[in-house]
């Protein structure tokens, strides 16, 4: 049995009963609590095809906690295999509909991500325009990994969003969470090149040179210059556009990609074979 087989099973033979966990779950708070709140809430996911018009009551509830709750266990965050998903979804698209609160409407959203229907698409669209960036946040999660063209365009507005994180998701979910590759995805990945956030900076030159984009070779040879060795060869992002880069210009062997492919070299960052196998393709030229 997996390690996630073993969690699974603990929640599912939690021996407390439905009632208790949900008097937990409604008394806990999920950031201030944290496992004080979830055990019970993964637990009471495990049991939702028995106790989903349980948790429906909870929904509506005219007091925020309650409803809060139910669109978490609705969500079912906690679960690999989601159950009763369609019901679900209608359930959460018939609370959504009518919520006013910001801190549930952002439960609303996430759970609707993690059930990730495109059916909750039209009615997630309109959150964009919320005054809550954390409800503008959630809409960025719930988004990512779709490939319909309203939720790209979605994520492309979020991208140049005022508040930082909603930034910054939006543009990780622009340049890796989708193999969509258009002139206004790559665009809207140049523009986040100049934001001071390094993890930003970072999310924008993988999506662009994932995409062959030869946008990225200079903002991508600055941050080689202007970072420190030490912390180019720790950082991920930087790892895996320069991986990116060097299976682009092995492909393509244009020599725009010769300048990156020599720093890299002497930083010693990705596989050495490969950034001279890159470098004589490149110089060999096309063809």
């Known amino acids: 049995m997996s390690g996630g087989e073993q969690i699974t099973e603990k929640y599912r033979?939690?021996?407390r009963s439905?009632?208790?966990?949900?008097?937990?779950?409604?008394?806990?708070?999920?950031?201030?609590?944290?496992?004080?709140?979830?055990?019970?809430?993964?637990?009471?996911?495990?049991?939702?095809?028995?106790?989903?018009?349980?948790?429906?009551?909870?929904?509506?509830r005219p007091d925020a906690k309650?409803?809060?709750?139910?669109?978490?266990l609705l969500g079912q965050n906690g679960l690999k295999d989601k159950v009763a998903v369609s019901e679900c979804v209608d359930y959460l698209l018939g609370m959504i509909s009518r919520e006013t609160s910001p801190v549930v409407l952002t439960s609303l959203t996430f759970a609707l991500g993690h059930l990730h229907d495109p059916a909750c698409i039209t009615t997630l669209l309109p959150l964009k325009q919320h005054p809550s960036a954390d409800v503008r946040y959630a809409l960025v999660h719930s988004?990512?990994?779709?490939?319909?063209?309203?939720?790209?365009?979605?994520?492309?507005?979020?991208?140049?969003d005022e508040e930082c994180d909603v930034r910054n998701w939006a543009t990780?979910?622009?340049?890796?969470?989708?193999?969509?590759?258009?002139?206004e995805i790559r665009d809207a990945l140049v523009a986040r090149l100049q934001e001071e956030d390094d993890e930003i900076r970072g999310e924008a030159l993988v999506g662009l040179a994932t995409r062959s984009d030869k946008r990225v070779v200079t903002p991508f040879l600055r941050e080689l210059e202007i970072q420190t060795p030490e912390v180019l060869r720790n950082w991920?992002?930087?790892?895996?556009?320069?991986?990116?880069?060097?299976?682009?210009?092995?492909?393509?062997?244009?020599?725009?990609?010769l300048a990156v492919l020599e720093r890299l070299k002497s930083l010693r960052i990705g596989d050495a074979s490969l950034v001279e196998k890159a470098i004589a393709r490149c110089r060999a030229g096309p063809g």
């Open 13 to 15: 033979n939690d021996p």
């Open 143 to 160: 988004l990512s990994g779709h490939d319909d063209e309203r939720a790209i365009k979605t994520l492309i507005d979020l991208s140049s």
């Open 236 to 257: 991920v992002l930087i790892a895996d556009t320069a991986n990116a880069v060097v299976r682009t210009a092995d492909q393509t062997g244009a020599k725009e990609w």
């Open 66 to 72: 309650s409803r809060d709750t139910a669109a978490t």
């Open 172 to 183: 990780f979910a622009l340049g890796s969470q989708t193999e969509v590759n258009t002139a």
């Open 18 to 60: 439905t009632e208790d966990l949900i008097h937990l779950a409604l008394m806990k708070d999920a950031d201030k609590d944290n496992d004080d709140y979830w055990h019970p809430v993964w637990a009471l996911q495990s049991r939702l095809p028995r106790i989903l018009e349980r948790v429906k009551e909870l929904g509506d």
